[in-house]
């Protein structure tokens, strides 16, 4: 679905609340209308503890500095909460960010366009807030768990750093002034020495970062039926999924065998197109946690169906595709791919391989780059 005015926004699940309206009223203001990292109009995704709305293909870069960096949703397809939007107020829009983020931006380095290469997005983006390069040297946070803008913000608010409160004021109506001055005390005071990274992590962030991604893959881990005993005559079950060098993981359901999760996780998807790897482990307190089985489920005809039905509308349910069932892979039945609504989605149901039982119910949506 294309954004192109604000009565065209729907954030899913919330109808017109209260959090979708003052969401839409932020995206409206001027500087929001273009991304904050690349200016591509009408940016559909945010970094929720930085402050910013991005468009898609920085999204995907953002996704690879990890979450202790920047926390992506987007816009129209996931579920907002107020704090979320708060942070996102907070802040004050792309434009208060980059007075922060782009104060000190050096003249021989020129800013992406919206059709630059994923080697110079991904460059710029890593310099701009993993590194820092371009706010103020004595306001960078040398630390991997960074301090957002918006937290920093609610910290000034309540506090001017020397242990006395200051007059509340409601942060939105404060100056520009006044908050990169209060910005800058909250990053000076928050400042701690970074986390020594291993030459694998680093190696890995790199290629991540340089990786360029074909879509959004969002995945909502079901139920589990008749997993694997664990413990003395149940198991404490998660789900970890991968897709590439990205990973995201569910709650534990405490000592059941037939869990619900009815959770939904968002994965870039990179090119070349790996595998979406599928762990079921039981938590354990004391040890390490126990493998309940795996499973790989190829996603490479999801996002070429996707693709393919990019500009289809309309409202219905229709078969547009099929992975079947063989054994050389997990499926316990064909798995049906459909255009429901205009949304292209797959419902899997996988046999857990190197275990002794176990079946896991998944719900799969390709959103193309283009969407």
Request: aromatic content about 4%; some cysteine; proline content about 4%.
């Amino acid at each position: 679905m294309e954004v192109t005015s604000l009565n065209q926004l729907m954030v899913h699940g919330n109808g017109e609340s209260g959090t979708v309206r003052r969401l839409q009223e932020l995206l409206a203001q001027p500087d929001n209308q273009i991304c904050a990292d690349c200016n591509s109009p009408y940016p559909k995704w945010a970094s929720t503890n930085i402050g910013v709305f991005i468009c898609i293909k920085c999204s995907g870069v953002h996704r690879s500095l990890g979450v202790h960096v920047s926390k992506v949703l987007s816009v129209t397809l996931d579920e907002w909460t107020d704090s979320q939007v708060d942070a996102m107020v907070d802040v004050g829009g792309n434009a208060s960010a980059n007075a922060i983020y782009e104060a000190f931006l050096p003249e021989n380095i020129q800013k992406p366009g919206p059709e630059a290469s994923s080697e110079e997005r991904s460059t710029f983006i890593r310099q701009k807030y993993e590194l820092q390069e371009f706010v103020k040297p004595s306001l960078r946070i040398a630390s991997s768990a960074s301090l957002s803008l918006s937290s920093s913000l609610q910290n000034m608010s309540s506090s001017n750093g020397l242990g006395h409160t200051v007059e509340e004021k409601p942060i939105g109506k404060m100056s520009h002034a006044s908050r990169l001055s209060g910005l800058g005390h909250a990053l000076r005071k928050s400042w701690r020495k970074r986390d020594s990274d291993s030459k694998e992590t680093k190696r890995n962030h790199s290629l991540l970062g340089m990786v360029e991604f074909v879509g959004l893959l969002k995945i909502k881990v079901v139920k589990g039926t008749n997993l694997a005993v664990r413990d003395i005559v149940s198991s404490d079950p998660y789900v970890i999924l991968t897709v590439g060098h990205q990973t995201a993981k569910t709650k534990v359901i405490k000592s059941n065998l037939n869990p619900i999760w009815n959770e939904e996780h968002m994965l870039s998807v990179p090119n070349p197109m790996p595998p979406l790897k599928v762990q079921v482990f039981d938590k354990d307190t004391f040890s390490s946690d126990d493998s309940m089985g795996e499973a790989e489920v190829d996603i490479q005809p999801l996002v070429s169906a996707a693709n393919a039905y990019i500009n289809v509308g309309g409202f219905g349910t229709m078969q547009i595709g099929k992975w079947l069932a063989t054994s050389d892979n997990a499926l316990v039945t064909d798995s049906i791919i459909k255009l429901v609504d205009g949304h292209v989605r797959q419902d899997i149901i996988l046999k857990l391989q190197n275990v002794e039982s176990g079946i896991l119910d998944l719900e799969l949506e390709c959103v193309p780059l283009s969407q």
